[in-house]
Nanobody, 119 residues
């Protein structure tokens, strides 16, 4: 079993900042790509940013230059620093990871953390 636990969501005013964290735990041999996705009400889940085990990153056009993804491999944790937040960033943010366990590969999801950007 593999678990992803997100934290750091909340309510913030436009222009503000938040930092999300996601820690992986369980029967893990190694973790490949880790990422953040989001889903706003009435919309499909979309990629926000992802990072490989070697640190290569890619971002959605809508967040590039405002959000920064990073990871600590020793802590099995991925972070999302969100600056200059806008109301359209309001969504449930989900952590995702490609995990190698001792016996198999799996793609894991966290339960999500709410981010609300509002005055």
């Amino acid at each position: 079993q593999v678990q992803l636990a997100e934290s750091g969501g909340g309510l913030v005013q436009p222009g503000g900042s938040l930092r999300l964290s996601c820690a992986a735990s369980g029967s893990i041999f190694s973790i490949n790509t880790m990422g953040w996705y989001r889903q706003a009400p009435g919309k499909e889940r979309e990629l926000v940013a992802r990072i490989t085990s070697r640190g290569s990153t890619n971002y959605a056009d809508s967040v590039r230059g405002r959000f920064t993804i990073s990871r600590d491999n020793a802590k099995r944790t991925v972070y999302l620093q969100m600056n200059s937040l806008r109301p359209e960033d309001t969504a449930v943010y989900y952590c995702n990871a490609d995990v190698n366990t001792p016996s198999t590969y799996l793609n894991a999801w966290g339960q999500g953390t709410q981010v609300t950007v509002s005055a």
